[in-house]
Nanobody, 126 residues
Framework: QVQLVESGGGLVQAGGSLRLSCVAS??????????LGWFRQAPGNEVEFVAA????????DYGDSVKGRFTISRDDAKNTVYLQMNSLNPEDTAVYYC?????????????????WGQGTQVTVSS
């Protein structure tokens, strides 16, 4: 069982930046083999793909709405995946979830992910 814990959310003004972190539990021994992704959900909206990074870090995918503003990275030594969010706007307001796919690289398919964190709230004021 893999436990994922997000942090770094908060309230920021439009144009600002935040960095989200997601740490996997210490018992996760194969973290370096996982595809890691970020999704978000705003009130009344469906879950939206944000970004994903493959186990090797060589493959990265971004949702169209965040491309060029957000950067995903991973530090396998710390069992951590990051999401650097720049040029935030009110439309980025949502609960952000990290997720781990232990088997495949289908980054935009949320049902492929085996484990999910509890989410962290990001609020961008205008």
């Amino acid at each position: 069982q893999v436990q994922l814990v997000e942090s770094g959310g908060g309230l920021v003004q439009a144009g600002g930046s935040l960095r989200l972190s997601c740490v996997a539990s210490a018992s996760t021994h194969n973290f370096n083999f996982y595809t890691l992704g970020w999704f978000r959900q705003a009130p009344g909206n469906e879950v939206e793909f944000v970004a994903a990074i493959s186990w090797s870090g060589r493959s990265i995918d971004y949702g169209d709405s965040v491309k060029g503003r957000f950067t995903i990275s991973r530090d396998d030594a710390k069992n951590t995946v990051y999401l650097q969010m720049n040029s935030l706007n009110p439309e980025d307001t949502a609960v952000y979830y990290c997720a781990a796919d232990t088997r495949n690289w289908n980054p935009r398919v949320r049902f492929e992910y085996d484990y999910w964190g509890q989410g962290t709230q990001v609020t961008v004021s205008s």
